[in-house]
C-alpha cells in the first residue's frame, strides 16, 4: 500500500509538472504515446509481481526504484518534446532560410530522439533541394538518419513530413529442445524489436529442467522486456532484476542471462552476460567469438554486469547459445565451422540446422536443455524521396 501510495504520489506531481508548464497543453501525439507507456507501466507492475512470486519479500526501495526509472524515463520524453519545440522550430527555420528556402506551418509531433515526427510547408523548392540536400541539411540539425517525404507542389509551395528513419532490420530465428526430448525447456529466449529503433536478443537458462525452469526464465525475460521498452539502460534493468531475485531467492535457485542489445541505426551491438555461455558472431566466412565472465542471477546484487561493444556490419549473424548445447563440444572449432557452413540460409535453417547437428554430435541424447538463436542484421529496402501525385 505505500509503494502505491508513492508512485502515485510521484506520478501526479510529474504530470502536473508537464501539464500546466508555461501555460500550454501537450499535443494529441504525446498524449496518445503517454497512454500506451500506462499499459506498459501496468504490465511491467504484473512481471514484477509474478517474478517475485506468492509469499516472497523484498525491499520496497528496490520495487520503487524499478518503477519510478520507468516512470521518469517517460515523463523525460514528455519534456524533451515540451521544452524544445519552441527553439527546434526556430532552428528549423533559420537554417532552412539560410539555404534560401521559408518554412512555416511546422508541425512538431515528437522531437525524441528515434521518434522523431513532424512536418512543414516549404516555399519554391529548389531541384537540388529536393534530390538529397534538403535530408542531408535536416540530418545534420537533428543528429540521426531521417526519412523525408515529399508532398505534391501547390502554389509553389509543398509540405514535408520528416521522421526517424529505419534503415536496418533483425531477423532473428530460434530452435530448442527440452532435455531428453521434452517439449518444455528451462531454456528461454527474448527477440523483441522497439519503438527507438533497438532490438534485443537475449536466452535466458532457468536452474534445472522442466516447468520451474521455464516459468523463472521467462518470468525474468518478461520483467527485463518491460523495463527496457522505456529505454532504461540495460545496467540497470539487469540490477533491479538481479536484486529483485537476491531478495525473493527462499529456494537458493539461480539463472543465466546472455543479452544483446542491437542499435540498428548505429549498427553496434551491445554484449551483456551473467553466466551465459559463448556468443559467435559470423561476418562472411570468419567466426568471432565473444565471451565474458559473470555470476548467474540471483547470487550477487547485480552490479557490475560485464558487457561488450561490436560495431556491426550488414549481414552479420549473431549466434547465442544455452549451456545444453556448447557443453556437447570438447571445443567450440566444430561448431564455428558448422555456422559458416550455413552461409547463405535463413536464420531458422540455420539454428535448426547447428541444433541437429550438436544433437547428431550428442549420438542423439539429449542430456539438457538446448537453444540456439541466430539474428541477422540486414538493410531494408532503400527509400526515394517521392513526389506525390
Not at 559470423?282 to 565473444?290: P, S, T
Given at each position: 500500500?505505500?509503494?502505491?501510495?508513492?508512485?502515485?504520489?510521484?506520478?501526479?506531481?510529474?504530470?502536473?509538472?508537464?501539464?500546466?508548464?508555461?501555460?500550454?497543453?501537450?499535443?494529441?501525439?504525446?498524449?496518445?504515446?503517454?497512454?500506451?507507456?500506462?499499459?506498459?507501466?501496468?504490465?511491467?507492475?504484473?512481471?514484477?509481481?509474478?517474478?517475485?512470486?506468492?509469499?516472497?519479500?523484498?525491499?520496497?526501495?528496490?520495487?520503487?526504484?524499478?518503477?519510478?526509472?520507468?516512470?521518469?524515463?517517460?515523463?523525460?520524453?514528455?519534456?524533451?518534446?515540451?521544452?524544445?519545440?519552441?527553439?527546434?522550430?526556430?532552428?528549423?527555420?533559420?537554417?532552412?532560410?539560410?539555404?534560401?528556402?521559408?518554412?512555416?506551418?511546422?508541425?512538431?509531433?515528437?522531437?525524441?530522439?528515434?521518434?522523431?515526427?513532424?512536418?512543414?510547408?516549404?516555399d519554391k523548392p529548389s531541384s537540388s533541394l529536393l534530390n538529397g540536400q534538403l535530408k542531408v541539411q535536416l540530418e545534420g540539425l537533428f543528429?540521426?538518419?531521417?526519412?523525408?517525404?515529399?508532398?505534391?507542389?501547390?502554389?509553389?509551395?509543398?509540405?514535408?513530413?520528416?521522421?526517424?528513419?529505419?534503415?536496418?532490420?533483425?531477423?532473428?530465428?530460434?530452435?530448442?529442445?527440452?532435455?531428453?526430448?521434452?517439449?518444455?525447456?528451462?531454456?528461454?529466449?527474448?527477440?523483441?524489436?522497439?519503438?527507438?529503433?533497438?532490438?534485443?536478443?537475449?536466452?535466458?537458462?532457468?536452474?534445472?529442467?522442466?516447468?520451474?525452469?521455464?516459468?523463472?526464465?521467462?518470468?525474468?525475460?518478461?520483467?527485463?522486456?518491460?523495463?527496457?521498452?522505456?529505454?532504461?539502460?540495460?545496467?540497470?534493468?539487469?540490477?533491479?532484476?538481479?536484486?529483485?531475485?537476491?531478495?525473493?531467492?527462499?529456494?537458493?535457485?539461480?539463472?543465466?542471462?546472455?543479452?544483446?542489445?542491437?542499435?540498428?541505426?548505429?549498427?553496434?551491438?551491445?554484449?551483456?552476460?551473467?553466466?551465459?555461455?559463448?556468443?559467435?558472431?559470423?561476418?562472411?566466412?570468419?567466426?568471432?567469438?565473444?565471451?565474458?565472465?559473470?555470476?548467474?542471477?540471483?547470487?550477487?546484487?547485480?552490479?557490475?554486469?560485464?558487457?561488450?561493444?561490436?560495431?556491426?556490419?550488414?549481414?552479420?549473424?549473431?549466434?547465442?547459445?544455452?549451456?545444453?548445447?556448447?557443453?556437447?563440444?570438447?571445443?567450440?572449432?566444430?561448431?564455428?565451422?558448422?555456422?559458416?557452413?550455413?552461409?547463405?540460409?535463413?536464420?531458422?535453417?540455420?539454428?535448426?540446422?547447428?541444433?541437429?547437428?550438436?544433437?547428431?554430435?550428442?549420438?542423439?541424447?539429449?542430456?539438457?536443455?538446448?537453444?540456439?538463436?541466430?539474428?541477422?542484421?540486414?538493410?531494408?529496402?532503400?527509400?526515394?524521396?517521392?513526389?506525390?501525385?
Open positions: 500500500m505505500e509503494l502505491t501510495k508513492k508512485v502515485k504520489s510521484t506520478f501526479t506531481a510529474k504530470q502536473d509538472s508537464v501539464a500546466v508548464a508555461q501555460g500550454k497543453q501537450l499535443n494529441k501525439y504525446i498524449l496518445s504515446q503517454f497512454f500506451i507507456q500506462l499499459v506498459n507501466f501496468q504490465q511491467l507492475i504484473k512481471s514484477m509481481n509474478d517474478f517475485v512470486g506468492d509469499g516472497k519479500y523484498v525491499k520496497t526501495s528496490t520495487l520503487f526504484e524499478g518503477l519510478s526509472l520507468c516512470l521518469n524515463k517517460t515523463m523525460s520524453e514528455m519534456l524533451h518534446d515540451r521544452y524544445d519545440v519552441e527553439s527546434q522550430v526556430e532552428m528549423i527555420k533559420a537554417m532552412m532560410k539560410k539555404n534560401g528556402v521559408k518554412a512555416s506551418d511546422i508541425r512538431i509531433k515528437s522531437l525524441y530522439p528515434r521518434l522523431i515526427k513532424l512536418s512543414m510547408v516549404i543528429g540521426e538518419p531521417l526519412k523525408i517525404n515529399i508532398g505534391k507542389v501547390r502554389n509553389k509551395t509543398m509540405r514535408i513530413q520528416v521522421s526517424s528513419s529505419r534503415n536496418y532490420r533483425i531477423e532473428h530465428g530460434v530452435a530448442y529442445v527440452g532435455k531428453h526430448g521434452n517439449k518444455i525447456s528451462g531454456d528461454s529466449y527474448l527477440c523483441e524489436n522497439f519503438q527507438n529503433g533497438k532490438s534485443i536478443i537475449a536466452i535466458s537458462d532457468g536452474m534445472g529442467n522442466g516447468e520451474i525452469a521455464h516459468a523463472e526464465s521467462s518470468m525474468a525475460l518478461r520483467v527485463l522486456k518491460c523495463m527496457l521498452n522505456f529505454d532504461v539502460p540495460v545496467t540497470d534493468a539487469v540490477r533491479i532484476l538481479a536484486e529483485l531475485k537476491q531478495q525473493s531467492n527462499t529456494d537458493e535457485r539461480f539463472f543465466s542471462l546472455d543479452l544483446c542489445v542491437v542499435d540498428k541505426e548505429n549498427g553496434c551491438a551491445h554484449f551483456y552476460k551473467q553466466a551465459a555461455t559463448s556468443t559467435f558472431l559470423m561476418r562472411r566466412e570468419i567466426v568471432r567469438k565473444i565471451e565474458m565472465s559473470g555470476l548467474p542471477i540471483g547470487v550477487v546484487d547485480g552490479s557490475g554486469i560485464d558487457q561488450m561493444v561490436v560495431d556491426l556490419l550488414p549481414g552479420d549473424v549473431i549466434v547465442m547459445c544455452s549451456d545444453g548445447v556448447i557443453d556437447s563440444f570438447l571445443d567450440t572449432d566444430l561448431f564455428e565451422k558448422r555456422i559458416i557452413r550455413n552461409i547463405g540460409n535463413d536464420v531458422n535453417k540455420m539454428t535448426q540446422d547447428l541444433l541437429d547437428y550438436t544433437i547428431r554430435r550428442s549420438r542423439g541424447n539429449v542430456n539438457d536443455d538446448m537453444m540456439i538463436v541466430a539474428a541477422q542484421y540486414k538493410p531494408i529496402r532503400g527509400e526515394r524521396l517521392v513526389v506525390r501525385s
